[in-house]
């Protein structure tokens, strides 16, 4: 008799164990930021009197967060192996500037490339620079936060100085065209982040790097004592986030037809924003490309919506903060509901 009381417990005592009934009210379907998501866009449809909705600024929405999302793919690469990258707004830069100047019919600083040998030397560069901040993350105890940022300042430095400072503002003009062509209603360059979202997916939970990834991230020692190549992995992850970054250098450069020097400071912020906002811890381990997409959603129609509303894009600002620390504290919240 007392077994059978102790395993058929009453449903009320369940709730009254110490985060345990928290816990199960708390594990939403889908998750807390999807049900955050839905109630940003029901207040946009109100809020806006249903323009949010029309078609030209759904795609408007997308267009402009396509490559803050390529980034925040790239970002979490790096935050789920318990990492950071502070590099990748650079990154992404400096290969736009490679790529539109090396197709430029008068280059200003590099040799003349077609098109698409211009594009692969972007993606060398984002590759070589990743590489570099995986290698060192990978052989010296010297945290990623500051590999990062080092590399950061010196590709700045760097390009300034090849530059000049001067923009780039005549690259090919398939690259033009290829940032205003659309299939159907959809924007090249938002199929291209959808493309990559799918590319990201599969690397995370279909391939046996992004296995090791999450091991790594989770719990480094483990990891190496189960025989998992930590170093190999630092590279992988960064080398990839490498990738991603001059993939979004070439998408920016697609959209606006010209690049600066001084084009990617806010690039950092937000790829790193939107990988919190979607609830991406960055105690590693643990997130999915999914969770930076919401994330890079709830921002991008938070800032259209503002935008409707014609708000202040100083206030803007204090808004999307207040809307990061509210996410995190959100998502810690529910972590410690969960014992985790």
Same mark, same amino acid.
Request: charged share 10%; glycine share 12%; hydrophobic share 55%.
């Given at each position: 008799?007392?077994?059978?009381?102790?395993?058929?417990?009453?449903?009320?005592?369940?709730?009254?164990?110490?985060?345990?009934?928290?816990?199960?009210?708390?594990?939403?379907?889908?998750?807390?930021?999807?049900?955050?998501?839905?109630?940003?866009?029901?207040?946009?449809?109100?809020?806006?009197? *249903?323009?949010?909705?029309? =078609?030209?600024?759904?795609? !408007?929405?997308?267009?402009?967060?396509?490559? %803050? #999302? +390529?980034?925040? &793919?790239?970002?979490?690469?790096?935050?789920?192996?318990?990492?950071?990258?502070?590099?990748?707004?650079?990154?992404?830069?400096?290969?736009?500037?490679?790529?539109?100047?090396?197709?430029?019919?008068?280059?200003?600083?590099?040799?003349?490339?077609?098109?698409?040998?211009?594009?692969?030397?972007?993606?060398?560069?984002?590759?070589?620079?990743?590489?570099?901040?995986?290698?060192?993350? *990978?052989?010296?105890?010297? =945290?990623?936060?500051?590999? !990062?940022?080092?590399?950061?300042?010196?590709? %700045? #430095? +760097?390009?300034? &100085?090849?530059?000049?400072?001067?923009?780039?503002?005549?690259?090919?003009?398939?690259?033009?065209?290829?940032?205003?062509?659309?299939?159907?209603?959809?924007?090249?360059?938002?199929?291209?982040?959808?493309?990559?979202?799918?590319?990201?997916?599969?690397?995370?939970?279909?391939?046996?790097?992004?296995?090791?990834?999450?091991?790594?991230?989770?719990?480094?020692?483990?990891?190496?004592?189960?025989?998992?190549?930590?170093?190999?992995?630092?590279?992988?992850?960064?080398?990839?986030?490498?990738?991603?970054?001059?993939?979004?250098?070439?998408?920016?450069?697609?959209?606006?037809?010209?690049?600066?020097?001084?084009?990617?400071?806010?690039?950092?912020?937000?790829?790193?924003?939107?990988?919190?906002?979607?609830?991406?811890?960055?105690?590693?381990?643990?997130?999915?490309?999914?969770?930076?997409?919401?994330?890079?959603?709830?921002?991008?129609?938070?800032?259209?919506?503002?935008?409707?509303?014609?708000?202040?894009?100083?206030?803007?600002?204090?808004?999307?903060?207040?809307?990061?620390?509210?996410?995190?504290?959100?998502?810690?919240?529910?972590?410690?509901?969960?014992?985790?």
């Amino acid at each position: 008799m007392t077994v059978s009381k102790s395993v058929a417990r009453p449903a009320a005592d369940e709730a009254s164990q110490p985060g345990r009934g928290n816990a199960n009210r708390r594990r939403l379907p889908g998750g807390a930021m999807v049900w955050v998501l839905v109630a940003l866009i029901l207040a946009a449809i109100v809020l806006s009197k *249903g323009v949010f909705v029309r =078609p030209s600024n759904l795609t !408007t929405v997308l267009y402009q967060i396509s490559v %803050v #999302g +390529v980034l925040a &793919m790239a970002q979490a690469f790096a935050v789920i192996s318990k990492g950071l990258d502070l590099s990748l707004g650079a990154t992404a830069i400096l290969a736009a500037l490679v790529i539109g100047d090396s197709s430029s019919a008068d280059p200003q600083f590099l040799p003349h490339l077609p098109l698409p040998l211009a594009i692969v030397a972007g993606l060398v560069v984002g590759l070589v620079v990743g590489v570099v901040n995986g290698v060192i993350a *990978g052989r010296t105890p010297v =945290p990623p936060f500051i590999i !990062t940022l080092s590399t950061y300042l010196v590709i %700045v #430095g +760097v390009t300034f &100085m090849i530059t000049q400072g001067a923009p780039v503002t005549q690259p090919d003009q398939l690259l033009k065209d290829l940032g205003d062509a659309r299939v159907w209603i959809l924007p090249v360059p938002v199929l291209l982040w959808f493309a990559l979202i799918v590319v990201g997916h599969l690397v995370l939970s279909r391939t046996k790097q992004g296995a090791m990834l999450y091991s790594v991230g989770g719990n480094e020692t483990a990891a190496r004592l189960s025989g998992v190549p930590v170093a190999r992995i630092k590279m992988f992850v960064y080398g990839a986030a490498g990738v991603f970054a001059a993939a979004a250098g070439l998408l920016f450069l697609a959209r606006t037809g010209s690049v600066s020097p001084s084009a990617g400071s806010e690039f950092m912020l937000m790829s790193l924003a939107a990988v919190v906002v979607g609830g991406i811890p960055l105690s590693g381990g643990q997130g999915k490309i999914k969770d930076v997409v919401l994330g890079v959603l709830i921002l991008g129609i938070a800032g259209n919506l503002m935008n409707l509303m014609l708000i202040s894009p100083y206030l803007q600002m204090a808004v999307q903060g207040a809307i990061i620390l509210l996410a995190v504290g959100a998502n810690q919240r529910l972590a410690h509901g969960r014992g985790q």
